[in-house]
């Protein structure tokens, strides 16, 4: 899928041998997931059963059982968000990499948890799923603090932080969304006090819901910023966002929902907050923003 995936793991004993060869034996169980699913996806192997769909020597009824799933999977998505996610190409090839990303990292972390791993950041080409906390409780133990938050070692338990890039600038970030397994009342707003205020003013239809959100654990970024105008839209216009990121319990959601809204735009947008537990981040062409209430908390990270 050409992208880069890294991974950090916080163990509560801090580094050791043992850990060393778990974080060791993670990396070459999820570059073998990756891999699987590259190389039955990826349109740019020629090798892949994708490849052999596309030239049109194998038939989507005689596919595997994994390639009609998946596109069964997208097609259900499809309906879900009224056409603006599609698998299919404007030139009619099928492209399940909308699909095919999410369920690679969701793959990932299930493989961390089955190896004992809880607190870790998997990031996947800016597609980011967490696990715990980067400040694990040595001791294993944890209490809630008058707060409310967490408390491991004496400390309130942090969040992991996903940094957003400018589109217009990528040498800075927009603001730092916190995710974690337990529900945070203050995501973290724009870096700027001037993109502050202009989030504040996204106005109707973007997701006026209660501040404290469920639990936050990916954040995924779709636009044209990183590989140009790949996302094809609604009615073959030019995409309204550069850059959407929206943040969900799961990953195959967040990634899912970023790609529909930059094709389906201001009115994706609005289906998308009324009807799923996400909170996102829209950038426009002219370099407004359009967020929820989670993406314009005070507290900034």
């Avoid at 004496?154 to 957003?164: D, Q």
Wanted: aromatic share 4%; glycine share 12%.
């Amino acid at each position: 899928m050409g992208t880069v995936v890294s991974l950090t793991v916080a163990f509560p004993d801090g580094h050791s041998d043992e850990a060393t060869d778990r974080l060791d034996a993670a990396s070459r169980v999820i570059e073998a997931d990756f891999e699987a699913l590259e190389a039955r996806f990826s349109l740019f192997r020629n090798d892949s059963e994708a490849s052999a769909l596309a030239r049109g020597v194998l038939r989507l009824a005689h596919a595997s059982p994994l390639m009609r799933g998946y596109y069964a999977e997208a097609v259900d998505w499809r309906r879900r968000t009224h056409g603006a996610f599609t698998a299919e190409r404007p030139d009619g090839v099928l492209d399940l990499s909308g699909l095919v990303k999410g369920r690679a990292i969701a793959e990932a972390g299930r493989s961390l948890a089955a190896l004992g791993l809880h607190h870790w950041c998997l990031n996947a080409g800016g597609d980011v799923l967490v696990s715990g906390t980067p400040t694990p409780d040595p001791a294993g133990a944890s209490s809630t603090d008058g707060g409310g938050q967490r408390a491991t070692g004496g400390r309130a338990a942090r969040p992991w932080l996903a940094g957003i890039v400018d589109p217009a600038d990528r040498r800075t970030l927009l603001g730092a969304y916190p995710l974690g397994d337990e529900p945070s009342t203050a995501a973290s707003a724009a870096a700027s006090p001037a993109a502050l205020a202009d989030a504040s003013g996204a106005g109707a239809g973007t997701g006026e819901g209660p501040a404290t959100a469920g639990t936050r654990l990916a954040l995924a970024t779709s636009g044209s910023a990183e590989r140009g105008d790949h996302i094809w839209a609604v009615g073959r216009g030019r995409p309204e966002f550069v850059q959407v990121s929206v943040a969900a319990a799961d990953i195959v959601t967040a990634d899912v929902l970023a790609t529909a809204i930059v094709a389906g735009g201001r009115d994706m947008l609005d289906l998308a907050t009324a009807q799923w537990d996400v909170d996102v981040l829209a950038v426009t062409r002219d370099g407004g923003l359009l967020a929820t209430r989670g993406f314009r908390a005070p507290r900034a990270a």
